[in-house]
């Protein structure tokens, strides 16, 4: 499977953006996918992640409240609603996917798409 991550950009602090990580593949619709952000000189550290069916979702503590995922299946769409945006959420962020179970460990997912710059700043 392949996945692009779009819907990046600069916004002021307190704002709103949206994710997408649009999926490609006869079978893209069955994988659980995570959302993960990388700052400068960082590890890539889990933001959210979400199950095949959309029921079972998990977020990091640091964007509870805040960040909003869901997936359109037959789009084959994962969606990161991101609102009260702070300067501490910028980062490159990126999806990935794995077949099994959804999970907070990046290891454990098998594909990733390319980043997509997040900058929160007045």
């Known amino acids: 499977v392949q996945l692009q991550a779009s819907g990046g950009g600069l916004v002021q602090p307190g704002g709103s953006l949206r994710l997408s990580c649009t999926a490609s593949?006869?079978?893209?619709?069955?994988?659980?996918i995570g959302w993960f952000r990388q700052f400068p000189g960082k590890e890539r550290e889990f933001v959210a992640a979400?199950?095949?069916?959309?029921?079972?979702?998990n977020y990091a503590d640091s964007v509870k409240g805040r960040f909003t995922i869901s997936r359109d299946n037959p789009k084959k769409t994962v969606y990161l609603q991101m609102d009260s945006l702070k300067p501490e959420d910028t980062a490159v962020y990126f999806c990935?996917?794995?077949?099994?179970?959804?999970?907070?460990?990046?290891?454990?997912?098998?594909?990733w798409g390319q980043g997509t710059q997040v900058t929160v700043s007045s």
């Open positions: 990935a996917a794995r077949p099994y179970a959804i999970a907070t460990e990046g290891a454990m997912y098998n594909y």
């Open positions: 593949g006869r079978t893209a619709a069955s994988y659980h």
């Open positions: 979400i199950s095949v069916s959309g029921i079972i979702i």
